[in-house]
């Protein structure tokens, strides 16, 4: 059964569970968050972006992350929520479970420092083969072929283990790269150096855009 920790007229925000993926990849049937939810509210299956198969999902966590998911349910909504998230007014915030490590192959040496309030910016660019993750370019240099944009990631709290992180504007494995790129791999997340664990080390418990807000303990 999903969890559904908030519903309006507009906006669902739906819990992800660790493995399930977001939504479908293209041209596929398999589970996903979106059938789903698409269950219960059969108006998230509306075609509302670029991608029709993805519905009126407003945006993705990574399959082994769990946590908030914001749909809309209707295609003005989604409309405006897409605008809000084009202005950096979609704020999402993390749980980072962490062991000390030293980072994988292939990170620039780490420029930054880990105290609340730090910005940690990069653009990304495509590493290791089929290209399954991301390496970090240091935003302040002029090597940005890879990427045309800048993703931040800011450390709100940081303590043994456990982290807490806000984006408004996310790249694919995001928080993840950032966090190895630091020395600070999650846990369960073997593709960026992580120690196996029984559970993946993140967790989105936090969302905000416009009059929808939600935080779960």
Same mark, same amino acid.
């Given at each position: 059964?999903?969890?559904?920790?908030?519903?309006?007229?507009?906006?669902?925000?739906?819990?992800?569970?660790?493995?399930?993926?977001?939504?479908?990849?293209?041209?596929?049937?398999?589970?996903?968050?979106?059938?789903?939810?698409?269950?219960?509210?059969?108006?998230?299956?509306?075609?509302?972006?670029?991608?029709?198969?993805?519905?009126?999902?407003?945006?993705?966590?990574?399959?082994?992350?769990?946590?908030?998911?914001?749909?809309?349910?209707?295609? /003005?909504? *989604? $409309?405006?929520?897409?605008?809000?998230?084009?202005? !950096?007014?979609? #704020?999402?915030?993390?749980?980072?479970? +962490?062991?000390?490590?030293?980072?994988?192959?292939?990170?620039?040496?780490?420029?930054?420092?880990?105290?609340?309030?730090?910005?940690?910016?990069?653009?990304?660019?495509?590493?290791?083969?089929?290209?399954?993750?991301?390496?970090?370019?240091?935003?302040?240099?002029?090597?940005?072929?890879?990427?045309? /944009?800048? *993703? $931040?990631?800011?450390?709100?709290?940081?303590?043994? !283990?456990?982290? #807490?992180?806000?984006?408004?504007?996310? +790249?694919?494995?995001?928080?993840?790269?950032?966090?190895?790129?630091?020395?600070?791999?999650?846990?369960?997340?073997?593709?960026?150096?992580?120690?196996?664990?029984?559970?993946?080390?993140?967790?989105?418990?936090?969302?905000?855009?416009?009059?929808?807000?939600?935080?779960?303990?």
């Amino acid at each position: 059964m999903t969890d559904y920790p908030y519903v309006d007229g507009n906006y669902i925000v739906a819990y992800k569970e660790g493995g399930l993926a977001t939504v479908p990849l293209k041209g596929r049937n398999g589970s996903s968050l979106l059938h789903c939810v698409g269950k219960d509210f059969p108006e998230v299956m509306q075609a509302g972006g670029k991608n029709p198969w993805e519905g009126l999902c407003l945006h993705r966590l990574d399959t082994p992350t769990r946590g908030l998911v914001l749909f809309a349910r209707n295609v /003005a909504a *989604y $409309e405006r929520a897409v605008a809000l998230q084009t202005d !950096g007014k979609f #704020v999402k915030r993390y749980r980072a479970y +962490f062991s000390d490590g030293a980072r994988t192959d292939g990170f620039e040496p780490f420029p930054f420092s880990l105290a609340p309030g730090t910005v940690i910016r990069s653009a990304f660019r495509p590493y290791g083969e089929g290209r399954k993750a991301v390496r970090p370019v240091y935003a302040d240099r002029n090597r940005l072929r890879y990427a045309s /944009a800048f *993703y $931040e990631t800011k450390i709100i709290s940081f303590s043994h !283990g456990l982290a #807490v992180v806000e984006l408004c504007r996310g +790249f694919r494995h995001q928080v993840r790269s950032h966090m190895a790129w630091s020395g600070h791999s999650l846990d369960g997340d073997t593709l960026y150096g992580g120690r196996p664990a029984d559970e993946f080390g993140l967790e989105a418990f936090s969302l905000s855009l416009g009059d929808v807000s939600v935080t779960i303990d």
